[in-house]
Every structure is written in structure tokens, then in C-alpha cells.
């Protein structure tokens, strides 16, 4: 039986089982020792307000959804108990990890390609004839972010956020405002007090500049943001929330790393033409830890990190932030890379997996994206690696990332800037390829890792022993730099050629890592986060339905 046809069926005890046992429960802690009383009381709020965005979510993705959900609460059955944290998990009856299929009966076999921003029945081409009948501001509006598209006696029509939710948003901005009162950070004040505004005016601008400028101890994200969930067109963005608190010492280092990314540029392993005298203003990274999570944040694989916002009016005037998320980090580090490692370190090789080596590396690689060849210069033609490298952009630049992450560490750890415990470093470097490769290589960051990890491979930087790996520490450093070297060089010289070559031969998997792979069925694909914090915090269980 093919997968849509099980899904027709709905999946069985077994089944389902099966699928929820890929999220593996995992606490997610934060320390609120340090949050004055004021803050504490709007970390309440905010919980709460995050709560409602969950019902508008569910909302947005589909009409039945919350009626489905009042179901599946009152049935008691051996099934029906399996049914609803898989139905929270997904906040729908579709599967993320599935295709989006179905997994409870009587819903549509997949989830509306539209979701619930359109009418089910309406085609594309009916929204654009449509939409070439309004005047320019309306045509706007209707392929905007925040409007969804109701039918009206057969016409198509359309409703601005704060309309279609009001009841839900009025909710919601009433307690933003609570929390604005209890807070005396005058940044969060700020934004709380113009998101809730925003709910009720459908005018996100104000509110997201402030957002930028947020510099608070209580770090919230909340509001529509995301468009992937309308795969009709991606106009329209789903409502979410991040509840977090800064992390004080992660972000020092950041700022740390901030401060010598210069220098980095001008130590760089290419030929000193290409290297930039004065490289721009770096994307501001904030490190936080997640209290709570709901909506499109909290569905299928957890998010990580996240860049935002999406509106380039805002990204234009003041850029846009990246948000890394590193006790999300942390738990997904412990369930996944901890098993992972497990099969594909060598035993005198596993002491060295570490988080703290771990997550320094995913912070070298968010700065290495700052550094290296931006502008180029091609046959006399101004240009950028992007244009140049054009489908393998990408691939190049996640490896890049990656392997420059590294050649800065070890950098800052040769000169004693920093204090890097280096088969620490490389090891866990070695075990969370495989959390990448395990996903094949149809995304960027699955070729990029290939690529890394065959060349390291072919010069003895990994080796392996009957399907268990182990760095040369010997060796990988050079390994490192000759890599980077040729990363670099193909994107200061934007020779596509060159990137092809690399990715026929070597962003490939090959039967011995292959076999290794297949050694990782039973590593959970990813976490189904428990927010005990925040059940502290309010007192109920937030992370049930
Ligand atoms: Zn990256």
C-alpha cells in the first residue's frame, strides 16, 4: 500500500506510533533567575498570548482544524489518545514529515495547497484574473502578507488580518499590552505595545522596526511572519510566536567574534586580491533561549534559528536579525547527535562529542556568511559569487560557511584569543555531518556537507574503521585550509565550472558512508519539545492541546 493510500485509510495504532515515535519528547529548560519581577510577570503574559496565536495558526491551515481538534479531545480511545499529540505535533491531520499527508480519516488526503488563505475551490488563475480587476493599492493588499481570501456569492473577496482573527488578536493584544505595563525595558515596551497595534490596524511596519531594535533581557517574537505554509502562492504569512530570554554569555561571544571578523577577512586562506579591506556592517545575531513556542513555530521540525523579518520595506531601512534559538540547539544536540555519535564515532572518539564545541561552530559559520568574497569582479564585470554560481550558489556557500566556521576557530585558538579544545571541536564537527547527510542531498546544506566530508575523507582528515570514523587531528587542520582555499577561491572568481566539478565529485554519498547511514533508523528525526519551563512559568501544561 503506497503512502497516500494509507493515508486515505488513516493511519492505524501502529502506524501512527510509528510516525510520532520520529519526535522524540525532550525538556526544554531556561534559567529565569536573573528576570526582575516585572519582567517575570510579563513572561506570564506572554506565554498566554503565544497560546491564543496556536488557535489562529490551527486557523489558518484549515477551517475543520479546530473543530478536529475539540474531537479528537473528548475520544478517550486507545486511539484517539494517539491520535491528538500527533495531530498537536503537526497542529493539523497532515503530516509535516509525510508530505503533508493525512493521517486521521474523513479530512482532504493533503493539506490545501492554499491552506485556509484561500477559498478551497478557487484556482490561481481565478486569483489573478481577480486580482487584475482591483485597483493597484488593492492589488497589493490581496497579494500581500496579511489579507486572506474569502468567497462571497460566488465572488472572491478579502479580509485584512485583523478582521478574519479579530476575536483571537483582540486576545492576544490585550495581553501584550498587560506585559508592555509590566516590563520597565523601554525596547520591549516598545514593540509589545506597536504588535498589539498592529493587530488591530493590520499595519505590521511600526511594530516590525521595532522588533530590530529590540534589546531586552524578555526577547519575544510574535506576530504573521512566515509564508511557506501558503503553497498556492506564498503571499500570505502564518501567525507564531517565540518566547525567549537572552543568553547574556553566548551573546558576549558573538559580539566577540564580531569584533576580529576583520581580521579574519584579512587572514582568510585565498590569494590577499580577492580579500575585502573593509567588509559591511554584519546582520545583528541575537542567541537566545525558547521558553515557549506556538503556532507555525511549532509544528513538524522544531526551528533552530530563524531570520526575520520578512518585509524588505523594514529589511531595507534596517536589515533583518538572526535569532538563534540554543537550548532548541541543546536538546536537538542531546536526542539526536548523542545517538548519532553513538554509531558513527569510533568508541575512543565519543568522549569528545561536545554541545558547547558544537554550538561556538554554528556560531562561526552564522559570522562566516559576513566574510569572504561579496563582490566580485568577473572579465572586467561587476558582479557577486551569488550571480555567478547561480544554482550551486547555495551548495558553495553553506560549505563555505562551514569550513571558514572552522579555519576561524582554530585561528582564534592558535593566536590564544580563545580557548578551543580542538579534537573536541573536530570531532563533534565529524558526528553532526552525519545528522546532515542522513537527510540525503537534496538540499544545499546536504551536498555542502558531502562535499566537505569527501574531501576531509580523501585527505586522511576522517578515517574510518569498519564504518566508524575518527578525525586525524594531524591532518585536518591543513585538510581545513586547503578546503577553504578552493571555497573561496570559486566564489572570489565565481567559475561555475569549478563548482561543478566539485559537486560531481565529491558532493556525492559513497557506499562506506552510505552503509554508516543505514545504521541510524532508529535516531529520532527530531525532538517534540516539553516546555517545562514555561508549565513552570503559568502553572498548567502548555505543551499539551
Ligand atoms: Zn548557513
Same mark, same amino acid.
Given at each position: 500500500?503506497?503512502?497516500?493510500?494509507?493515508?486515505?485509510?488513516?493511519?492505524? *495504532?501502529?502506524?501512527?506510533?510509528?510516525?510520532?515515535?520520529?519526535?522524540?519528547?525532550?525538556?526544554?529548560?531556561?534559567?529565569?533567575?536573573?528576570?526582575?519581577?516585572?519582567?517575570?510577570?510579563?513572561?506570564?503574559?506572554?506565554?498566554?498570548?503565544?497560546?491564543?496565536l496556536?488557535?489562529?495558526?490551527?486557523?489558518?491551515?484549515?477551517?475543520?482544524?479546530?473543530?478536529?481538534?475539540?474531537?479528537?479531545?473528548?475520544?478517550?480511545?486507545?486511539?484517539?489518545?494517539?491520535?491528538?499529540?500527533?495531530?498537536? %505535533?503537526?497542529?493539523?491531520?497532515?503530516?509535516?514529515?509525510?508530505? =503533508?499527508?493525512?493521517?486521521?480519516?474523513?479530512?482532504?488526503?493533503?493539506?490545501?495547497?492554499?491552506?485556509?488563505?484561500?477559498?478551497?475551490?478557487?484556482?490561481?488563475?481565478?486569483?489573478?484574473?481577480?486580482? &487584475?480587476? %482591483?485597483?493597484?493599492?488593492?492589488? &497589493?493588499?490581496?497579494?500581500?502578507f496579511f489579507?486572506?481570501?474569502?468567497?462571497?456569492?460566488? &465572488?472572491?473577496?478579502?479580509?485584512?488580518y485583523?478582521?478574519?482573527? +479579530?476575536?483571537?488578536l483582540?486576545?492576544c493584544?490585550?495581553?501584550l499590552?498587560?506585559?508592555?505595563? =509590566?516590563?520597565?525595558?523601554?525596547?520591549? $515596551?516598545?514593540?509589545? @505595545?506597536?504588535r498589539? #497595534?498592529a493587530f488591530?490596524?493590520?499595519?505590521y511596519?511600526?511594530s516590525d522596526?521595532?522588533w530590530?531594535?529590540?534589546?531586552?533581557?524578555?526577547?519575544v517574537t510574535i506576530g504573521p511572519y512566515?509564508?511557506?505554509?501558503?503553497?498556492?502562492?506564498?503571499?500570505?504569512a502564518?501567525f507564531e510566536a517565540?518566547? /525567549? *530570554?537572552?543568553?547574556?554569555?553566548?551573546?558576549?561571544?558573538?559580539?566577540?567574534?564580531?569584533?576580529?571578523?576583520?581580521?579574519?577577512? /584579512?587572514?582568510?586562506?585565498? #590569494?590577499?586580491?580577492?580579500?575585502?579591506?573593509?567588509?559591511?556592517?554584519?546582520?545583528?545575531?541575537?542567541?537566545?533561549?525558547?521558553?515557549?513556542?506556538?503556532g507555525?513555530?511549532?509544528?513538524?521540525?522544531? @526551528?533552530?534559528?530563524?531570520?526575520l523579518p520578512?518585509?524588505?520595506?523594514?529589511?531595507?531601512?534596517?536589515?533583518?536579525?538572526?535569532?538563534?534559538?540554543?537550548?532548541?540547539?541543546?536538546?536537538?544536540?542531546?536526542?539526536?547527535?548523542?545517538?548519532?555519535?553513538? =554509531?558513527?564515532?569510533?568508541?575512543?572518539?565519543?568522549?569528545?562529542?561536545?554541545?558547547?564545541?558544537?554550538?561556538?561552530?554554528?556560531?562561526?559559520?552564522?559570522?562566516? +556568511?559576513?566574510?569572504?568574497?561579496?563582490?566580485?569582479?568577473?572579465?572586467?564585470?561587476?558582479?557577486?559569487?551569488?550571480?555567478?554560481? $547561480?544554482?550551486?550558489?547555495?551548495?558553495?556557500?553553506?560549505?563555505?560557511?562551514?569550513?571558514?566556521?572552522?579555519?576561524?576557530?582554530?585561528?582564534?585558538?592558535?593566536?590564544?584569543?580563545? &580557548?578551543?579544545?580542538?579534537?573536541?571541536?573536530?570531532?563533534?564537527?565529524?558526528?553532526?555531518?552525519?545528522?546532515?547527510?542522513?537527510?540525503?542531498?537534496?538540499?544545499?546544506?546536504?551536498?555542502?556537507?558531502?562535499?566537505?566530508?569527501?574531501?576531509?575523507?580523501? =585527505?586522511?582528515?576522517?578515517? +574510518?574503521?569498519?564504518?566508524?570514523?575518527?578525525?586525524?587531528?594531524?591532518?585536518?587542520?591543513?585538510?581545513?585550509? #586547503?578546503?577553504?582555499?578552493?571555497? *573561496?577561491?570559486?566564489?572570489?572568481?565565481?567559475?561555475?565550472?569549478?563548482?561543478?566539478?566539485?559537486?560531481?565529485?565529491?558532493?556525492?554519498?559513497?557506499?562506506?558512508?552510505? $552503509?554508516?547511514?543505514?545504521?541510524?533508523?532508529?535516531?529520532?528525526?527530531?525532538?517534540?519539545?516539553?516546555?517545562?519551563?514555561?508549565?513552570?512559568?503559568?502553572? @498548567?501544561?502548555?505543551?499539551?492541546?
Amino acid at each position: 500500500m503506497s503512502l497516500t493510500e494509507a493515508a486515505y485509510s488513516a493511519a492505524g *495504532l501502529a502506524e501512527l506510533q510509528r510516525m510520532s515515535s520520529r519526535f522524540a519528547p525532550t525538556e526544554i529548560h531556561v534559567d529565569t533567575s536573573h528576570l526582575s519581577s516585572g519582567d517575570r510577570a510579563a513572561l506570564q503574559d506572554l506565554i498566554r498570548a503565544a497560546r491564543i496565536l496556536d488557535d489562529v495558526f490551527m486557523e489558518q491551515l484549515w477551517s475543520g482544524n479546530r473543530p478536529l481538534l475539540a474531537k479528537l479531545k473528548q475520544d478517550h480511545s486507545e486511539l484517539g489518545r494517539a491520535r491528538l499529540p500527533y495531530f498537536w %505535533l503537526n497542529k493539523g491531520p497532515w503530516s509535516d514529515l509525510d508530505g =503533508h499527508t493525512a493521517f486521521l480519516p474523513d479530512v482532504p488526503p493533503r493539506k490545501p495547497l492554499g491552506a485556509n488563505f484561500y477559498p478551497e475551490d478557487m484556482s490561481k488563475a481565478e486569483f489573478e484574473s481577480w486580482v &487584475k480587476t %482591483l485597483p493597484p493599492d488593492k492589488q &497589493k493588499e490581496a497579494e500581500g502578507f496579511f489579507t486572506v481570501i474569502r468567497r462571497d456569492h460566488g &465572488k472572491l473577496t478579502m479580509d485584512p488580518y485583523s478582521q478574519a482573527y +479579530h476575536a483571537l488578536l483582540d486576545q492576544c493584544a490585550a495581553l501584550l499590552r498587560q506585559a508592555a505595563g =509590566h516590563t520597565a525595558n523601554a525596547t520591549l $515596551k516598545r514593540f509589545l @505595545t506597536l504588535r498589539a #497595534d498592529a493587530f488591530h490596524s493590520n499595519d505590521y511596519y511600526a511594530s516590525d522596526v521595532a522588533w530590530m531594535d529590540l534589546d531586552s533581557p524578555l526577547d519575544v517574537t510574535i506576530g504573521p511572519y512566515e509564508t511557506y505554509n501558503d503553497e498556492l502562492f506564498g503571499y500570505k504569512a502564518a501567525f507564531e510566536a517565540y518566547v /525567549n *530570554l537572552r543568553d547574556e554569555a553566548e551573546s558576549a561571544k558573538v559580539k566577540f567574534f564580531a569584533n576580529h571578523l576583520q581580521e579574519m577577512e /584579512n587572514n582568510l586562506p585565498m #590569494d590577499p586580491k580577492f580579500r575585502n579591506p573593509k567588509i559591511g556592517a554584519l546582520a545583528p545575531i541575537a542567541v537566545v533561549n525558547q521558553v515557549y513556542c506556538a503556532g507555525d513555530a511549532a509544528h513538524g521540525v522544531q @526551528t533552530a534559528a530563524y531570520n526575520l523579518p520578512n518585509d524588505e520595506r523594514v529589511v531595507q531601512e534596517k536589515g533583518a536579525k538572526r535569532v538563534m534559538l540554543r537550548n532548541v540547539q541543546e536538546a536537538k544536540f542531546k536526542t539526536i547527535l548523542g545517538p548519532i555519535a553513538g =554509531h558513527v564515532l569510533r568508541a575512543s572518539a565519543r568522549d569528545s562529542l561536545d554541545f558547547d564545541a558544537f554550538f561556538t561552530h554554528i556560531l562561526a559559520h552564522e559570522l562566516s +556568511h559576513g566574510i569572504g568574497p561579496q563582490q566580485i569582479t568577473v572579465n572586467g564585470r561587476q558582479t557577486s559569487p551569488r550571480k555567478e554560481l $547561480k544554482d550551486l550558489y547555495s551548495t558553495v556557500e553553506e560549505a563555505k560557511a562551514d569550513v571558514t566556521g572552522l579555519y576561524m576557530l582554530q585561528y582564534l585558538n592558535d593566536r590564544q584569543y580563545l &580557548k578551543i579544545d580542538e579534537r573536541r571541536l573536530y570531532t563533534t564537527y565529524l558526528a553532526s555531518s552525519f545528522r546532515t547527510l542522513r537527510f540525503g542531498l537534496k538540499e544545499a546544506h546536504g551536498k555542502g556537507m558531502a562535499i566537505q566530508f569527501n574531501f576531509l575523507a580523501d =585527505h586522511g582528515a576522517f578515517v +574510518h574503521h569498519d564504518g566508524r570514523y575518527d578525525v586525524d587531528l594531524a591532518k585536518i587542520k591543513t585538510a581545513v585550509r #586547503d578546503l577553504d582555499h578552493q571555497l *573561496l577561491t570559486i566564489e572570489a572568481t565565481g567559475d561555475y565550472a569549478a563548482a561543478e566539478r566539485m559537486m560531481e565529485t565529491l558532493g556525492v554519498i559513497r557506499p562506506e558512508q552510505q $552503509k554508516t547511514i543505514d545504521s541510524l533508523t532508529d535516531v529520532p528525526v527530531d525532538i517534540a519539545p516539553v516546555f517545562i519551563t514555561a508549565n513552570q512559568v503559568i502553572g @498548567t501544561g502548555v505543551s499539551q492541546p
